[in-house]
């Protein structure tokens, strides 16, 4: 089974000023693509300790300066590209979060059935 075969949910292609904070230290991010269970993003500046596992993403969305903010577990790592899962998302930043899916995907409809795949 290809990776993209054993995903269940949909990723978006989207783009946003982001960071990832790891044990206090701030990394610039480059987003690539976003799902209601993670992202792939690319480290603007690779001075991230290749033993790091988990941290901390910001997601600025739209001109008013509204933020995602989740935990997230880094799932993978080829060069400066990275592969988040996230782990912990307060109420508001999951409802930002399923909003922007809705709005950057072709079917809003497949992204309500994929809320029921989430982990309560």
Not at 16 to 38: C, I, R, T
């Amino acid at each position: 089974m290809s990776p993209s075969e054993s995903r269940r949910f949909v990723r978006v292609s989207f783009h946003a000023d982001a960071s990832l904070l790891v044990d206090g230290q701030k990394y610039a991010l480059d987003m690539e693509e976003l799902s209601l269970k993670g992202a792939t993003v690319v480290l603007l500046d690779d001075t991230l300790a290749a033993d790091a596992d988990a941290g901390e993403l910001h997601l600025v969305i739209g001109d008013d300066g509204l933020e995602i903010t989740m935990s997230v577990a880094i799932r993978s790592r080829e060069q400066e590209r990275l592969g988040l899962e996230w782990t912990c998302i307060d109420v508001d930043s999951l409802g930002m979060l399923r909003r922007v899916i809705e709005l950057n995907s072709g079917d809003p409809n497949e992204v309500l059935s994929e809320i029921s795949n989430l982990p309560t």
